[in-house]
């Protein structure tokens, strides 16, 4: 069996990928099947050196127990996929690309019980379109910290040195994510034809998960201002899911940074750029939007979501009345929300 690991990177088109592997029917390739194909909490459970610090583990409020008894679970149907007859063998999580060497070495040794013959494939984005999007992908995963906090460079070598070190750079295939360097045009159909399949875009299942500049910004400000995401039990994630797609179809805009505040962050990691870019073999930095409503600074998305107020009730009011209780429990919530601002309203007076 030869053995393809899809490792991202993340906002490369990965969930499409993912759900067209999980429901393309390919008689020579063996996928582990999963709600949305993604194996990164799977990764994350098996291979990660802290796993209880993971994602899925924290909003999902798992104890070490618990995730040793779902990673017992995962690993033999893993076992099971791998063993099989089948000429190809597909896992797929953005995962890997974040894991430390000791877990990709994990990893490695996990699948050469089955073949040797192990081939990874990423793509990789370029660095201001991955940043705006990376942001978008923090805020929907419940940060709350300020724009400014932390950095959502893409640590280009610090994912991809590893996967080098540890696979052997012959062995992984790293493509510019953009149209103009992908088969047909197409992610999707791109990685299908690193596994030795002609894929037709009829059955491509395409995945949007992207916000508006105004959504953003009205996420952005619960997650900075308010109570931010549910998490720690289970479930949480898709409680918080619900929240974000009761914002999604607001605004129209996309979210774009200006070059005011992405200069600087390029030239921090100028020598990081270069890495990727002597990797590949050809230029990867994209130049910053300058035109349109741009974001330099947490006051400018704190006005986006200001002026979407109206836009914000209204989609309130939709979300009210679209609830399938009865009457009366739909009365006593009205109640009790109503009840909930009297209160507020009070407490701010006073204060």
Same mark, same amino acid.
């Given at each position: 069996?030869?053995?393809i690991?899809?490792?991202?990177?993340?906002?490369?088109?990965?969930?499409?990928?993912?759900?067209?592997?999980?429901?393309?029917?390919?008689?020579?390739?063996?996928?582990?099947?999963?709600?949305a194909?993604?194996?990164?909490?799977?990764?994350?459970?098996?291979?990660?050196?802290?796993?209880?610090?993971?994602?899925?583990?924290?909003?999902?409020?798992?104890?070490?127990?618990?995730?040793?008894?779902?990673?017992?679970?995962?690993?033999?149907?893993? &076992?099971?996929?791998?063993?099989?007859?089948?000429? @190809?063998?597909?896992?797929?999580?953005?995962?890997? $690309?974040?894991?430390?060497?000791?877990?990709?070495?994990?990893?490695?040794?996990?699948?050469?019980?089955?073949?040797?013959?192990?081939k990874?494939v990423? @793509?990789? +984005?370029?660095?201001?379109?991955?940043m705006?999007?990376?942001?978008?992908?923090? *805020?929907?995963?419940?940060?709350?910290?300020?724009?400014?906090?932390?950095?959502?460079?893409?640590?280009?070598?610090?994912?991809?040195?590893?996967?080098?070190?540890?696979?052997g750079?012959?062995? *992984?295939?790293?493509?510019?994510?953009?149209?103009?360097?992908? +088969? $047909?045009?197409?992610?999707?159909?791109?990685?299908?034809?690193?596994?030795? &399949?002609?894929?037709s875009?009829?059955?491509?299942?395409?995945?949007?998960? $992207?916000?508006?500049?105004?959504?953003?910004?009205?996420? @952005?400000?619960?997650?900075?201002?308010?109570?931010?995401? &549910?998490?720690?039990?289970?479930?949480a994630?898709?409680?918080?899911?619900?929240?974000?797609?009761?914002?999604?179809?607001?605004?129209?805009?996309k979210?774009m940074?200006?070059?005011e505040?992405?200069?600087?962050?390029?030239?921090?990691?100028?020598?990081?750029?270069e890495?990727?870019?002597a990797?590949?073999?050809?230029?990867?930095?994209?130049?910053?939007?300058?035109?349109?409503?741009?974001?330099?600074?947490?006051?400018?998305?704190?006005?986006v979501?200001?002026?979407? @107020?109206?836009?914000?009730?209204?989609?309130? *009011?939709?979300?009210?009345?679209?609830?399938?209780?009865? $009457?009366?429990?739909?009365?006593?919530?009205?109640?009790?929300?109503?009840?909930?601002?009297?209160y507020?309203?009070?407490?701010?007076?006073?204060?």
């Amino acid at each position: 069996m030869k053995i393809i690991l899809h490792a991202g990177m993340h906002k490369t088109g990965s969930s499409s990928i993912q759900r067209t592997l999980n429901a393309a029917d390919l008689p020579n390739h063996a996928i582990p099947q999963t709600a949305a194909g993604n194996l990164s909490g799977v990764v994350s459970m098996l291979f990660d050196d802290e796993p209880e610090k993971g994602v899925m583990a924290v909003s999902n409020g798992l104890t070490k127990e618990e995730l040793k008894r779902r990673g017992d679970i995962w690993k033999n149907r893993l &076992v099971e996929t791998l063993r099989c007859d089948k000429e @190809y063998g597909v896992l797929s999580a953005e995962k890997i $690309s974040t894991l430390p060497q000791s877990g990709l070495i994990r990893l490695r040794e996990f699948i050469e019980k089955f073949s040797p013959d192990i081939k990874v494939v990423a @793509y990789v +984005r370029k660095p201001v379109s991955f940043m705006q999007s990376a942001f978008q992908q923090r *805020v929907k995963g419940g940060a709350g910290q300020s724009l400014f906090a932390g950095t959502i460079w893409p640590n280009y070598q610090k994912r991809f040195a590893g996967i080098d070190d540890i696979f052997g750079r012959e062995n *992984v295939t790293l493509k510019i994510f953009d149209p103009d360097h992908l +088969r $047909s045009r197409d992610v999707v159909i791109d990685f299908f034809s690193e596994i030795g &399949v002609d894929l037709s875009p009829e059955v491509v299942i395409r995945t949007n998960e $992207s916000l508006s500049l105004e959504a953003t910004a009205l996420l @952005y400000v619960q997650r900075r201002l308010g109570d931010g995401a &549910v998490q720690n039990f289970l479930g949480a994630p898709a409680a918080n899911n619900a929240f974000i797609e009761a914002l999604q179809g607001i605004g129209t805009g996309k979210l774009m940074f200006s070059s005011e505040f992405i200069g600087p962050i390029l030239e921090k990691n100028r020598a990081d750029l270069e890495w990727m870019e002597a990797r590949l073999g050809m230029p990867l930095e994209d130049a910053p939007e300058t035109e349109g409503r741009l974001i330099g600074s947490e006051e400018d998305l704190l006005t986006v979501a200001e002026e979407n @107020y109206a836009a914000l009730t209204d989609r309130l *009011v939709e979300t009210i009345r679209a609830d399938g209780r009865s $009457s009366r429990d739909r009365l006593v919530r009205n109640l009790n929300a109503l009840r909930a601002l009297c209160y507020a309203s009070l407490d701010s007076s006073r204060n």
